[in-house]
């Protein structure tokens, strides 16, 4: 049951992302669309990995987020010294 569970997370969280990206009327900015994806990863990882613990799954979130957006700013920003 564990392995349904996890899998049906996944895709919704996936659905999710591409729902939120893909309705955008402008081209998201590297920093907010890493912001997203690592958002995005890091809850389903962090639910994962906890077996469903809300706590950690948060966590894993915020963490997932923090780390995108960084990486983001970091693209952003190589970008316009090009």
């Known amino acids: 049951m564990q ?14 992302f591409f729902y939120t990206t893909g309705c955008s009327t402008q081209k998201l900015s590297n920093e907010d669309m890493n912001t997203a994806v690592g958002a995005s990863i890091g809850g389903v ?17 915020g963490i997932g987020a923090y780390i995108g957006n960084n ?8 970008e316009k010294e090009e």
Do not use: E, Y
């Open 71 to 78: 990486f983001g700013k970091d693209m952003d920003h190589n």
């Open 3 to 16: 392995s349904k569970n996890s899998k049906l997370k996944l895709l919704s969280a996936l659905m999710i």
């Open 45 to 61: 990882l962090g639910s994962v990995v906890s077996n469903d613990n809300i706590i950690m799954t948060l966590l894993g979130t």
